[in-house]
Nanobody, 125 residues
Framework: QVQLVESGGGLVQAGGSLRLSCAAS????????MGWFRQAPGKERECVAT????????YYADSVKGRFTISRDNAKNTVYLQMNSLKPEDTAVYYC??????????????????WGQGTQVTVSS
């Protein structure tokens, strides 16, 4: 079992920054990959970024590449998503998820085993 709790969401103006955190508990954190996903109203869930078990391999969606950075601290059982140069189209509920089966972290949400409750990010223009 893995429990995930996100924090750090909020309201920010376009061009601003936010850092999301996801604290994990339960199974050994360094034994699974992590991902950040988002879902805006009326849109499908989108994979934003993934990170492998050690933190050495990352993936970013084209829409966030160069603006967002995913990282993890296995000593603190936490994964982060640093979001810079935010745009109104980044507005969504952001979820962290644990991938126990793929060492690198899948881009597909249906391959993740555990999810956090989500945190709202709203970017005003």
């Amino acid at each position: 079992q893995v429990q995930l709790v996100e924090s750090g969401g909020g309201l920010v103006q376009a061009g601003g920054s936010l850092r999301l955190s996801c604290a994990a508990s339960g199974r050994t954190f360094s034994s699974y990959a992590m991902g950040w996903f988002r879902q805006a109203p009326g849109k499908e869930r989108e994979c934003v970024a993934t990170i492998n078990r050690s933190g050495g391999i990352t993936y970013y969606a084209d829409s966030v590449k160069g603006r967002f950075t995913i990282s993890r601290d296995n000593a603190k059982n936490t994964v982060y998503l640093q979001m810079n140069s935010l745009k109104p189209e980044d507005t969504a509920v952001y979820y962290c998820a644990a991938d126990l089966r793929n060492s690198v972290g899948s881009r597909y949400g249906n391959e993740y085993d555990y999810w956090g409750q989500g945190t709202q990010v709203t970017v005003s223009s």
